[in-house]
């Protein structure tokens, strides 16, 4: 495996149902990160992790919860969401969380919450 | 925060013609990036641009800091050129230290045959 991957690619899930999103970059990087695409809006950015720390939560609501146990792997953990939710989650990599840093994205998971 | 205003919001070319694309941001950066995502969601570097001129095949890129603006230039466009380019920044003014990008609108690109 290259790059930035996630699985699974496509998931549909129940209002009640919990799931979990995986990601995993094979490029050395210590920083991860968690971007939401929704129809009609731009990519935003949900969570930072630099070195397994979160630094950052963009006001994102509880239901969403990251986890990062080493630096390689980021999972967004799901429940109780809500059909606004469907959307195209993205992970992306870099260095560091610097700010000139490139970021390098993952293919995407297509949530459908129904 | 900063603002990104990408245009046109969408283009229609046929196979064989050039085209600009252009990105406008608020405030001084550290970081700007250049995406092509293909019909699948993936989003492929094309360049990493916070200053200066790139070139990558018909792909070139352009980054005038001091005016704010990004340009990208698709020449001898292709069918598989379609797709949505997104300008991405990260602010270089004070607050916070890390590397959130703040994306543009998007350019839809629709290239026929």
């Known amino acids: 495996e290259t790059g930035v991957t996630q699985t699974p690619r496509h998931l549909v899930m129940g209002m009640t149902n919990k799931k979990s999103l995986k990601c995993e970059q094979h490029?050395?990087?210590?920083?991860m990160y968690w971007y939401k695409q929704s129809a009609k809006k731009p990519l935003e950015l949900m969570f930072v992790y630099n070195f397994k720390e979160q630094t950052e939560n963009n006001s994102v609501p509880s239901r969403f919860s990251p986890e990062c146990p080493n630096s390689s792997h980021l999972f967004l953990h799901l429940h109780t969401l809500q059909p606004e939710d469907s959307a195209l989650y993205l992970c992306a990599s870099s260095q560091d969380r610097g700010r000139g840093r490139e970021q390098y994205f993952g293919p995407g998971t297509r949530l459908t919450v129904t | 925060g900063i603002q990104v205003e990408q245009s046109p919001p969408d283009l229609i070319l046929q196979e064989g013609a050039n085209s600009t694309l252009r990105c406008n941001f608020s405030?001084?950066?550290?970081?700007l990036q250049w995406f092509h995502q293909n019909p699948w969601g993936q989003l492929i570097n094309l360049f990493y641009i916070p200053s200066g001129t790139k070139q990558n095949g018909r792909l070139s890129a352009t980054t005038v800091a001091t005016e704010r603006y990004s340009l990208l230039y698709i020449s001898s466009s292709q069918t598989t050129d379609s797709g949505v380019y997104f300008c991405a920044v990260v602010s270089g003014a004070g607050g916070t230290s890390y590397g959130k990008l703040t994306f543009g609108q998007g350019t839809i690109l629709t290239v026929h045959p």
């Open positions: 490029l050395g990087h210590n920083a």
């Open positions: 405030d001084s950066v550290n970081n």
